[in-house]
């Protein structure tokens, strides 16, 4: 496939997760317009959700996303009140499309199938539209990360016949000929493949930079547990006020480095607890660059333009992961997720702090070698044990990656193109316990009394 669009890595979604939540919900929205056509009185739809989808499910919230797609929800405008629609439509006991009443019942809809055997995607849904027990319509969908749908995928690759840019490596050859950096190629090829122009690029770009931030704050300031069964406490305000506090008997770690953990943290609580969030490039993930952009920001007093042009170095990388990689955990562990997250933000620092294309390409790939093989095992189906946490780090590696590659020549024998390649490997050999089921890994070592 092309390149995709940089607006499939950043979109913004409810949390916590890009494929289970935000790509279910998208699922259901897809159904909810196939099915317009009929006349759905005395309807019902059944919604089967398969492999992943039932294993890790309802701790993602899979469920309530399928629903409330069903119902038509806009996330944008509607994201911050997504479970309080779903108590709605539980409560009133019907689904709304476009005017009909499709009763539901989520005990009687909705069927969890945990096989993972015979699906084509770990991630799968089915829906089947019955009148009277005859089924009048079904429809299958795979949601394949950051909360894209596979037939997006295929739809990309049939309506662009360009195969131009194939690779990172094809791209800086192509900036270097041009004399473009790689925020300006994004510029460049959002204008000529998406007939988006720079300055509605930045428009889209600085209403996602904006979430981003308010989600620092907001994970900053709130207080409590989070949702699910594991009652885990959020930790984010109070690490920021024990910061404050002490901020000068820090001895092991900078100031800046510190910080950036906790802003990593408070962005992953925000996105556990169901908040409104940007994918960079996942939910999982989404606490990553914005923490290390708000650090930068704040430490070199950048305009938000300046992070405007990182975010589309960022976004680069994850376009090429895309196409020529996976970013979803349920395909090929949280390397694809985290990793690819750490790549993203290494590479935008390097960005800000003047570095070449070769080093900004060296920084990606550190990033990303560095987590490879790195296992996707949610404690309790819950994107909280590890993911909280290892946003935090990642955070912490990507500024690290930057460092690195900025104190070098940029001379590597790896490739950023050869860890993705790499990537998909492991991916592919790596046992299903570790891809988004939570059958294995710490999802086994710590059990709690909990599955669907
Ligand atoms: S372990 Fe990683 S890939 Fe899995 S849900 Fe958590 S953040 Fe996502």
């Given amino acids: 496939m092309p390149l995709p669009s940089i607006l499939d890595v950043f979109r913004i979604s409810i949390g916590p997760s890009s494929s289970h939540t935000l790509g279910a919900l998208r699922s259901g929205l897809l159904f909810r317009e196939k099915v317009s056509k009929y006349n759905l009185d005395n309807c019902r739809i059944t ?5 992943s989808f039932a294993l890790t499910g309802k701790g993602h919230l899979t469920d309530k996303a399928v629903v409330c797609g069903l119902n038509g929800m806009d996330v944008e ?10 108590e709605n439509i ?67 690759k049939t309506e662009s016949t360009e195969e131009t840019f194939k690779d990172l490596c094809n791209i800086m050859d192509f900036c270097k000929k041009n004399e473009i ?52 406490q959020r930790r984010a ?7 404050l506090e002490n901020l000068r008997s820090f001895r092991m770690l900078s100031e800046e480095v510190t910080l950036t953990s906790i802003y990593a943290i ?29 650090s930068i920001q ?9 992070i405007l042009d990182a975010l589309k170095v960022a976004g680069l990388i994850g376009m090429v992961v895309i196409k020529n990689g996976s970013i979803a955990g349920a395909e090929v562990g949280c390397q694809g997720e985290i990793g690819v997250a750490c790549s993203m933000a290494a590479a935008s620092v390097c960005y800000l702090m003047g570095g070449s294309i070769e080093q900004i390409e060296f920084a990606a790939e550190i990033g990303l070698e560095h987590h490879l093989g790195l296992t996707c095992d949610p404690v309790a189906g819950l994107v909280q044990i590890p993911c909280i946490e290892r946003n935090g780090t990642a955070a912490v590696s990507a500024l690290n990656a930057s460092n690195l590659a900025l104190l070098s020549r940029a001379e590597h024998q790896v490739s950023f193109d050869k860890a993705v390649e790499t990537m998909m490997e492991i ?13 294995g890994g710490l999802a086994k070592t710590i059990k709690p009394a909990f599955h669907t």
Avoid at 47 to 51: A, D, M, N, Q
Avoid at 210 to 216: A, E, P, S, V
Avoid at 270 to 291: I, K, R
């Fill in 47 to 51: 919604i089967e959700l398969c492999g």
């Fill in 77 to 86: 405008r509607d994201g911050e009140r997504f479970l309080e629609i779903y």
């Fill in 90 to 156: 539980v409560k009133k006991g019907y689904v709304d499309i476009y005017g009909y009443k499709i009763p539901f019942n989520p005990e009687e809809d909705i069927v969890w199938n945990k096989n993972l055997d015979n699906l084509t995607h770990p991630n799968t849904v089915r829906y089947r539209l019955t009148k009277d027990g005859n089924v009048i319509d079904e429809e299958e969908y795979r949601s394949v990360g950051g909360g894209m749908l596979d037939r997006e995928k295929v739809k990309i």
């Fill in 181 to 232: 950096d790689f925020a300006e190629f994004v510029d460049y090829l959002m204008e000529k493949r998406y007939s988006i122009n720079r300055n509605r690029l930045d428009y889209k770009l600085l209403k996602r930079w904006t979430i981003m931030k308010r989600r620092i704050d907001g994970g900053l300031r709130k207080e409590g547990i989070l949702p699910g069964i594991l009652k885990l």
């Fill in 237 to 243: 305000p109070k690490m920021f006020k024990e910061y």
């Fill in 266 to 294: 408070a962005v992953a609580e925000e996105n556990a607890s169901g908040a409104l969030v940007v994918t960079a490039p996942t939910c999982g993930s989404s606490g990553v660059l914005p923490a290390v952009l708000c």
């Fill in 298 to 306: 704040e430490r070199y007093h950048l305009q938000d333009e300046k």
């Fill in 427 to 439: 991916g592919k050999d790596m046992s299903a316990k570790y891809k988004e089921t939570s059958l």
